[in-house]
Each structure stands twice: as C-alpha cells, then as structure tokens.
C-alpha cells in the first residue's frame, strides 16, 4: 500500500439492481463495460442477500451491520433509532467520512450519523427528528441552476423534482451524473487524506423509462423460464401478487390503477401486453447503464488520483426487481430476482484477476467484514459478522442467510394494489438459505421450500414433499436459534 497505513473506502450502491445484470453472473449481452471490468479486478460473490427486499430497511442494514427489526426501520418511511450508530461512527476520526446520494434512513437532506460530508438528493420526506423543515436537497439546487423547473409536490405542499421529472431528463441530468461530479470532487479533495465515501444512486428503481431508452431490442433481451408466467403452489401472497400484475395482460385497467401509476413514466410504460413489459424490462436494464458510466467517472478519479491501488472498492445494490418473472413487477418477495443482488469487492493488494466466491452471503456481515479490512475494531453490538476469511477460501458453503420480511404493522408504505395483497403483506416472513436450499416461513400463509442448486429460478415448491419433511424441520430449528440470538421475537405459530 503506497500511501496509507490503512485503506481508503469506497462503497457505490445503485438501488433495485438484480444480480443477474452483470457479465460475471451470466449476462453476456449486457452494456456495463465497467463493471464487468471492475468485476475481473475484484471478489466476486455468487450468492449475496440482502436483509430485507425494500428500500429504508435493506440499507439499514447496509450502513449499520444490524437487522431492519433491530435497526429501526421494518418499513419504509421509519428512520433509523435514534441511538443506531452507522459504519461512519464506528471508524476512527482519522478517516474523513462523506455520503453522497439516497439515505432513506431519516431527514435525507441533513448531515448526520457519524459522516462529515453529506450530499442529499431527495425531498420527498419529512422530517423525523430533525427540528424545523427540511432543507432543499443538493439535488434539487443542481438541477434548478441547469434550468429545470419541478412539477411534483412535497411533503409541505412544496414544489419538488418527481421520479418522473428526473426520469424524463437527458443523461447530463441525471442522479448518477450529479452524484458522480460530486464523488470526483469529493475524492479530488481529500486525496491526501483517508477517507470513507459511500455514493448511492437512484437508477435503476422506476420509473424504468430514462435517457437511454432505445439501447436495447424488447424482443431480443433474452427472458428466463419464469417471465409472465403465475406460480401456483407456492405462499398465498406470491400468488396474489402474480395474479394482480397478470391482470393487466388479461385487460385489467393499468391507467386507473393506484399502484400500477407508481410504476409508469409520463412518456408511458404499458404492462397491458407482452411486448409492454418486455419494453420495461428493456429500459430498465439500459438504466443500468447510467451506474456504469457512474462507476467509470469514479474509478477514473481515484485512477487519476493515485489511490486506486489504496483503495477497497465495494459495488452492490440495496435489493433487486422481478421485472416480469414469476409474473411480478418490483419487489417485496423473497425471491432470487428480488432479494438477490450483485456483490463486488476489489481489495488493496490483490493480484488483479477476478475471485468467485462461493456459497451464500449477507448484507448484515458488510460492516463487520469492512471494518475488518479496515484494520478497525469491532463493535459488540453488531449482528453481522466479519466474513473476510472468505477472501482466503473463497468459500461460504457453510454460511446460513436469513431475509427477514416484517409486514406492516400500523404502516403501510404501499398500496401494493388490493386488498387481499395488503392483507397478505401484514403477515410476517422468514427466509433462511443453507447449503442452497431456501425455506421460506409466512405467518398465517403456505411455506416454500426452493432446491437452488437444482432449481434456480424457483419453480418447484418442496414444501409438501414428505422426502423433505426432515430437512424442513431442522431448517426451521436453525431459524428459530437465529431468531433467539438476534432478538426476533416473531414466531410462527
């Protein structure tokens, strides 16, 4: 390490970002020239999960190595605790600390947790402990000062930027744009110095439409075995959710729908028909696009810099999106498509050749394993643990992963469409993976059970398979150990 006894952090989340939209886990037709290239340099992790397939609670977990029961935020639109601390204030005031781009966490647009610079880029929320209303984001003042002009409305009855607004904007508009300007003065800055820099960027999350629509052919973006088409045997939720998504191919009225106008750009998505969803998923990959060249600009400055060598380099995103298959549009499940997403790790030192490592792993264990790469002292209080002997073996066979799903409770952060959905939605769920096998548990709902060795896009329910009666019964046990080791007090009973 040339310059610092200890490596500098830098940690890029994109948001809704499914794994399979990487060369390195299979997709050989995609445009993303610089992570793959990053991908060749780095550790690359098969199988990562995140805790919690929605936004607040995923990154919960992501920036403090604590589950969304515990972090705070069990929905979206809950903040973190106020006393939950975040890998910022766990590192050693030697390092100097910025977040730029989406928190989702609590009062976006002001300074806090532990980070000494802060970039915000949403206003669409209110304050939860901050006194007083909230400041414009930064976001909001870099697109008024190139000339544009917000139609949504915020919280206060503010005018603010839309999803919509900013998806209908050219490239040099973009979040990712302005969020890699700021990475590249950020680093530029603080280049003598040891920093941690996390960057998180919006795309590709809806609305799909985006400056780059047209990149891809809808009809030759390849679709796997589940694409449009319902599950049957499997949790009353995942069947009421397909069928409600299905709907709109059987003539259901997209345009009248509450939770289906969440998901359509103003210059119009169509998920009425085949070719409409296979144009969504068109412009959704090419969104991805935009993370790239994000990627790229930062790679580029800490090249430029001289620290790309010093630094530990992280990509992943906070959950992923099902974008047709299994019939479903989003997330909020826990299948592969929505609770699985990319992981690249690219470590100081290393001979720069690509490392696969197998088996499953955890958000939960991020803080502990950087803080461990960091040379930093672990804290107690973390649920996560410190995988990086996994950078050694490149194995974590023996690894147990659990996705938690926490209902709603008194909050719900969406109409997901019915009735009968939002009722499903309340019910808490667990999924827990060993030795790629999946078991799923919901409270008052029919179980899953998923071979992912042998059936990787999950389309044989073992649940009620009496070979597998045993192996249930003691997946069930480990979960429950879980759960009494990490304070989760929901049962199913």
Excluded at 134 to 160: A, M, Q, R
Aim: charged content about 30%; overall charge negative.
């Amino acid at each position: 390490m040339s310059k610092h006894k200890k490596p500098n952090l830098v940690f890029i989340m994109s948001d809704q970002q499914r794994y399979d939209t990487l060369a390195c886990y299979g997709n050989d037709w995609i445009n993303t020239p610089r992570l793959n290239e990053l991908s060749e340099e780095s550790f690359v992790f098969e199988n990562a999960y995140v805790t919690q397939p929605v936004c607040a609670p995923a990154r919960s977990s992501i920036m403090t190595g604590l589950y969304p029961h515990t972090a705070g935020p069990i929905v979206n639109k809950i903040p973190l605790k106020k006393d939950t601390k975040s890998i910022a204030d766990l590192i050693e005031n030697e390092y100097t600390c910025g977040y730029l781009g989406k928190w989702h966490l609590g009062d976006d647009t002001v300074k806090q947790r532990g980070f000494d610079e802060w970039v915000s880029v949403e206003d669409l929320y209110k304050s939860s402990y901050y006194e007083g209303e909230l400041p414009y984001s930064d976001l909001h003042k870099w697109l008024e000062s190139k000339g544009h002009v917000p139609t949504g409305i915020g919280p206060t009855g503010n005018k603010v930027f839309s999803d919509e607004d900013r998806s209908m904007m050219p490239e040099d508009s973009q979040m990712s744009t302005f969020l890699s300007e700021k990475a590249e003065d950020f680093i530029d800055r603080n280049k003598d110095d040891s920093f941690v820099l996390y960057v998180s960027t919006f795309e590709p999350h809806s609305p799909y439409a985006g400056p780059l629509d047209g990149m891809y052919d809808p009809e030759k973006i390849p679709t796997g075995p589940t694409f449009l088409k319902e599950p049957n045997d499997v949790s009353n939720i995942n069947k009421a959710r397909s069928a409600y998504h299905s709907s709109f191919l059987k003539g259901a009225d997209q345009r009248s729908d509450h939770y289906m106008n969440n998901y359509l750009a103003s210059r119009g998505e169509d998920f009425s028909t085949r070719e409409g969803w296979l144009k969504a998923r068109a412009d959704y990959f090419a969104n991805i696009t935009l993370v790239d060249r994000m990627v790229g600009r930062i790679i580029d400055s800490l090249k430029k810099n001289n620290l790309y060598e010093d630094t530990i380099l992280v990509f992943t995103s906070e959950h992923g999106e099902m974008m047709g298959d299994h019939g479903m549009l989003e997330k909020r499940t826990l299948y592969e498509e929505s609770s699985k997403v990319p992981l690249l790790i690219k470590l100081p030192g290393v001979n720069g050749t690509q490392k696969k490592i197998k088996g499953s792993f955890g958000h939960i264990d991020l803080v502990p394993t950087l803080l461990s790469l960091m040379n930093q002292k672990q804290s107690g209080h973390l649920q996560g643990e410190d995988k990086s002997k996994s950078f050694e073996t490149l194995n974590l066979d023996e690894n147990v992963v659990v996705v938690e799903w926490n209902g709603t409770g008194e909050i719900d952060d969406r109409n997901l469409g019915t009735d009968e959905i939002n009722k499903f939605n309340k019910n808490p769920r667990r999924s827990i993976i060993i030795d790629r096998m999946k078991l799923n548990l919901t409270l008052n709902d029919d179980g899953e059970l998923f071979d992912l060795d042998l059936d990787p896009f999950e389309e044989k329910n073992l649940f009620h398979n009496e070979k597998y009666t045993e192996v249930i019964e003691s997946m069930k046990n480990s979960l429950i150990k879980w759960q009494e080791i990490n304070e989760d007090s929901f049962r199913f009973v």
